[in-house]
């Protein structure tokens, strides 16, 4: 279980401060899966970012019961000069994991083969990707928080991350924020509108989907 | 335990970026200490600037620069160590004080691999020395790196609201190598100067660590253990307590 408790989010600009989240309070059950949507710069990642711990609120606070991921497929904490297989035994060090089934993970889902061998650096963008959606899709947790997952990867790379997304709804939980209702209809069964530092809440994700449509 | 592992993992990882993918990575900061040891004895030979009572100048340097050493680059690297590897904070088991420990612990590991080339490469050049008791020169090193911790903490949480911090930080160590002992032995200060012995915790550490490997050096009595515990954790305190303290202004657009 995730709970947010009065979490204002505020960052300074050159204008004052612009306030991104405005003491927003919620629960994040196990088995339910919420959708985040909102129009650019709404907050919604920012929200994402701090559930994963990776940023902290202005004021409020955020309660983790279970283990959270960080965003999936995110590639910013690679190190370049490091290769693949090293950034991914570095991540199993961090979470104790046995690095060998996490590798066989990664190269049957990126098809990366030798590539895992050589130095992040000398990725495109689609290979940094692939490698970044495997790794934290090998690594079990009760919450996977998930960014645009739709943006990268060829078509067969975006079936198998769909396959992937279906098998994990059976054992944990899914945040995730898109702006395709498609991917949002499919995977949720709640979602979250962002609107002007505020989330309106529905249990029903065609109504939210309209909301988000309208705004 | 789970922290345990966290730091390891980060200090591996900072080996892989700080030594680069050269083999000779990490051979690069074992010259740089030497060349730093053998430019002052080179000076200091050609200056004929007098000996040191009871320690062969080679060693009383290789003590110094090392020492010293893990002071000034923990205070550097873990100023820099949040923001250097807040991509990192991504993964919820590494929290940010872990960043700055896994640095301090590299440095010290380093700097401690460095010291013993450098002495064993001093005996069998024939410099002789005793080694007495390993409990001031470890002491020293463990205080300094703490000592370096706190004032890294302090630095980082500074660099939140001014980067200058920085620069200023870099002019302050070139002073601090100067008056902590580390090239020249400041026994001889005339009792007017006695202040910059008195109230330098880093100057006192740099000299006591130098009576593990001698029978009559004098630099231990400078040590006011007392003192230096107290700026030790007071500083490292400060420093936790300013760092937690900042940590939402981390944030930029």
């Known amino acids: 279980m995730i709970i947010g408790r009065n979490i204002v989010k505020r960052y300074k600009t050159h204008k004052g401060y612009n306030t991104v989240l405005d003491d927003i309070s919620f629960v994040l059950e196990p088995g339910v899966n919420v959708g985040f949507l909102g129009r650019n710069g709404a907050g919604k990642s920012t929200l994402l970012r701090m559930l994963g711990g990776a940023e902290l609120p202005t004021s409020g606070t955020v309660t983790r019961v279970g283990t959270v991921s960080w965003p999936i497929g995110f590639a910013g904490s690679f190190q370049g000069s490091m290769t693949g297989f090293e950034n991914l035994r570095f991540v199993c060090r961090v979470y104790a994991v046995d690095y060998r089934e996490v590798m066989d993970f990664v190269l049957e889902f990126s098809d990366l083969g030798d590539y895992l061998y050589m130095p992040v650096s000398s990725y495109s963008s689609g290979m940094r990707a692939k490698l970044a959606f495997g790794l934290s899709m090998a690594i079990k947790f009760n919450f996977y928080l998930i960014d645009e997952i739709t943006a990268v990867g060829d078509a067969k790379f975006k079936y198998k991350c769909k396959y992937e997304f279906s098998k994990m709804k059976k054992y944990a939980t899914l945040i995730i924020v898109s702006h395709n209702p498609q991917t949002i209809s499919s995977y949720c069964d709640r979602v979250f509108v962002f609107d002007k530092g505020k989330i309106v809440k529905f249990d029903d994700v065609d109504k939210g989907l309209e909301l988000y449509e309208s705004l | ?253």
């Open chain 2, 1 to 253: 335990m789970v922290q345990i592992r966290v730091v390891y993992a980060l200090m591996l990882r900072e080996t892989k970026t700080v030594f680069g993918r050269s083999r000779f990575g990490y051979l690069w900061v074992v010259i740089q200490t030497a060349f730093n040891v053998v430019v002052i004895w080179v000076i200091r030979e050609v200056v004929h600037s007098g000996n040191i009572p009871g320690l062969p100048l080679p060693v009383f340097l290789i003590c110094g620069f090392t020492v010293w050493r893990i002071f000034s680059e923990t205070v550097t690297k873990v100023m820099m160590s949040v923001e250097a590897n807040s991509a990192l904070l991504y993964f919820s088991k590494v929290r940010y004080f872990d960043l700055a420990l896994a640095r301090a612990l590299l440095i010290t590991a380093t700097n401690l691999v460095v010291f013993i080339l450098l002495m064993t490469i001093a005996y069998l050049l024939g410099y002789t020395y005793p080694i007495l008791s390993l409990w001031p020169c470890l002491y020293s090193i463990a205080m300094l790196l703490l000592l370096g911790m706190g004032i890294g903490l302090i630095c980082c949480a500074i660099r939140r609201y001014t980067e200058s911090i920085g620069v200023l930080i870099a002019m302050i160590m070139r002073i601090g190598v100067f008056i902590s002992g580390v090239m020249f032995s400041l026994s001889h200060l005339p009792p007017s100067m006695k202040f910059m012995i008195d109230w330098n915790p880093i100057l006192q550490l740099v000299e006591y660590s130098r009576t593990s490997f001698s029978y009559s050096y004098s630099g231990g009595e400078f040590l006011r253990p007392d003192f230096v515990s107290f700026v030790v954790i007071t500083t490292l305190l400060g420093g936790m307590a300013l760092e937690v303290i900042t940590r939402t202004k981390t944030d930029k657009l």
